[in-house]
């Protein structure tokens, strides 16, 4: 089932990282294999923020092997190596558990496909995202639990999209969690509910183009889609509209940007979003009990009609 | 369960010799009669008085814990009952099967109202997916937004929505009427089978699609029209009925129904007998 929630603050910065734990939490019935969050944080904007794992969670109900420990020391080791060679300099290092880092890097570069396909050349490490204001931190639980293990009810920023997944079409692990890194652009990021039923299609023909997919999750897809797109000079909004017939399936999912929050609807229209628009404030969810979290009050919400696209910017 | 009885009225496939049974629901198949009038006992139901009124602050409930209050005070004999901060909580106010005034102030989440025989609600919000599903009877306001599948399968009773609705509007529909004041996304009335469904504003693509039976009134402009749903005429007899229809539900009174666009099923797609498709082949 899956559920999806969303909200961008217009003119200001907020706790989003409380905000969207509270939306994502009310959602937790639609899936609790794993929660994923993207956040977009105030930062001075200088250096990237990498969020990359080196291993899996292996506890709670996951479908990854075991591996021990040593083997995760090894990966870093790699790229710590791999990053020197690239020229990004390690600005500040958290290992916030054994299998996910954050590194603040200075790395002035704007095409970052060298540099992640070199990254993920390493078995076993992949890029959560990249940019100078995304972090994706996703893992298995609920919204709950996974803010608690990464410390995130204290993150002040624009927007954020997150993700409560219910394992259906791939394995209960990170590297199938929502949100995906819209692989290679800088702080892109995409939570999608639904299916896709052209996803091998689709794969295929963008591998041939030289993009890459880390899961056999469908809703990568759209990640991978859209940076498709837009490297060939789309917009956001320009990508997405061309998603409406590109895409097969039934989906309702979210896209944001460094500066944007943007949704689309399939054409059917079969699967659900609720969305509350003011001038200070966009939420959006899958169920009206996601916005009454960080609106308890009486407000007007609608649901977006099919084959609508709309894109708001901070 | 249903109810497996036969009956002295028999159908096409009965008559065949193809089967004895008929299902029935309760609500098509119960008759009143006078001298068994004492004996009558409507499976939950109780006496309530309209006078009677009390509110429910349902915000630290759960929608089970909230709908068996409500049974609770109407077996008290209230029959006007607030609820007050419901919060966008799914199935709230399901299976009343009363005679009842409901008045929720504030919004429901998915399946509100669901499966009801009797009572008028007024919610002062807007509502979730599927509200009112298989509303058998009573009249059931929304004066904001509704979403996706409004008014699905109901079989009879008003439901009225004063803004907009999502997909599917009445997908299923075996009776009653559907009045929205605003705009219906894709979808409205798909394989409805019985009913009226009124849009006052525009509605999306595939407009009555694959429907049975059953009648649609559009007020404006039409995405496009579904498999087998064609325009007809709009008669006197319809006209007054919209306007009589858009009176009582409040909704769209001055509205100029004379231009309205009138939709039905053209019955090209099946072959409506009482014969079902595994039966149809033992006939052929």
Request: glycine share 12%.
């Amino acid at each position: 089932m899956c559920g999806i929630a969303g909200l961008i603050h217009r003119g200001k910065s907020s706790n989003v990282g409380s905000e969207l734990q509270g939306m994502l939490q009310a959602l937790k019935h639609r899936g609790e294999d794993s929660t994923g969050y993207a956040l977009y944080g105030d930062t001075d904007g200088k250096n990237f923020i990498m969020r990359f794992k080196v291993g899996e969670n292996v506890g709670e109900g996951s479908s990854s092997i075991m591996e021990d420990v040593s083997v995760y020391d090894a990966r870093k080791k790699i790229v710590d190596q791999y990053l020197s060679e690239l020229g990004a300099k390690i600005v500040k290092e958290e290992r916030v558990l054994p299998y996910s880092l954050r590194y603040e890097l200075a790395y002035d570069a704007k095409d970052l496909l060298e540099f992640s396909q070199k990254i993920e050349s390493i078995p076993g490490v992949e890029i959560l995202s990249m940019g100078k204001s995304l972090e994706v931190i996703k893992d298995l639980g609920n919204a709950q639990m996974v803010c608690d293990r990464y410390s995130l009810d204290k993150v002040v920023g624009t927007h954020a999209i997150g993700h409560a997944r219910m394992a259906t079409e791939s394995g209960v692990d990170i590297k199938s969690a929502h949100p995906f890194w819209g692989y290679p652009f800088s702080d892109v990021s995409v939570v999608h509910n639904g299916q896709l039923t052209n996803y091998w299609n689709n794969r295929r023909l963008l591998e041939n183009k030289g993009m890459r997919f880390m899961s056999e999750c469908d809703s990568e897809l759209i990640a991978v889609y859209i940076a498709q797109k837009m490297r060939e000079g789309a917009s956001l909004e320009e990508g997405m509209k061309a998603s409406l017939t590109g895409l097969d399936g039934v989906f309702t999912y979210f896209v944001a940007t460094k500066d944007s929050l943007g949704m689309a609807k399939d054409t059917m229209a079969a699967k659900p979003l609720v969305l509350y628009e003011s001038d200070d404030l966009v939420a959006m969810g899958s169920e009206e009990i996601a916005i009454r979290s960080v609106l308890p009050q009486e407000i007007d919400t609608y649901d977006p009609y099919d084959g609508e696209v709309k894109v708001w910017q901070i | 369960m249903a109810n497996l009885k036969t009956t002295a009225k028999k159908t096409k496939s009965q008559s065949m010799g193809m089967h004895s049974e008929v299902l029935t629901g309760r609500t098509q198949q119960k008759f009143f009669n006078p001298d068994e009038g004492e004996n009558l006992y409507y499976f939950g139901t109780y006496d309530v008085d309209f006078n009677k009124r009390t509110e429910l602050d349902v915000k630290e409930m759960t929608a089970a814990d909230a709908n068996k209050e409500i049974d609770n005070l109407m077996s008290q004999g209230f029959g006007t009952i607030v609820i007050k901060n419901p919060q966008g909580k799914h199935s709230l106010g399901v299976g009343i099967l009363n005679k009842l005034n409901l008045i929720f102030e504030g919004s429901l989440g998915y399946f509100g109202m669901g499966s009801c025989d009797g009572p008028t609600v007024r919610i002062n919000g807007r509502v979730g997916w599927s509200c009112a599903e298989n509303l058998m009877a009573g009249k059931v306001v929304i004066e904001k937004n509704a979403g996706s599948c409004f008014g699905a399968a109901i079989r009879g009773g008003d439901l009225i929505c004063k803004g907009s609705v999502g997909a599917r509007t009445g997908i299923d529909m075996k009776g009653g009427t559907i009045i929205v004041g605003g705009d219906a996304g894709a979808f409205t009335g798909f394989m409805m089978q019985r009913g009226r469904i009124i849009i006052l504003g525009d509605v999306g693509i595939n407009l009555g699609d694959s429907m049975y039976d059953g009648t649609i009134f559009i007020g404006g402009k039409i995405g496009s029209f579904g498999s087998d749903a064609i325009p007809a005429d709009l008669t006197d007899t319809d006209q007054d009925w919209l306007k009589r229809k858009l009176k009582v539900a409040e909704i769209g009174e001055k509205f100029d129904v004379s231009k309205m666009t009138k939709i039905v099923a053209g019955k090209k797609l099946w072959n409506y007998d009482n014969l079902e498709p595994h039966e149809k082949k033992g006939a052929i």
